[in-house]
């Protein structure tokens, strides 16, 4: 499985560093890191949810079809939301 996390608005990756090692080995924690934010900061941030979520879903879907888990903290979990949506739609 796959455990997708999200950080809250204005947040980085960085926010569930010590994530991984709180999960099983066959659990992979992959944090997401918003465009503008982090290691990210050259990137133009984007300003629609929806944008951001269809993107992301794109990139969840090649994880491992089927086996994502979403977690998402305060906007994140918007964010989570969204991606789910577009998951599921496919």
Known sequence: ???????????????????????RSDIEVVTVQYPGH?????????TDVHQLSTRLAAEAERLRPGKVILFGHSFGAAVAFEVAVRLTNR
């Open 38 to 46: 982090g290691d990210r900061l050259d990137e133009p941030c984007l």
């Open 1 to 23: 499985m796959s455990l997708v996390c999200c950080p809250h608005a204005g947040g980085t990756a960085d926010f569930f560093r010590n994530w991984p090692c709180r999960f």
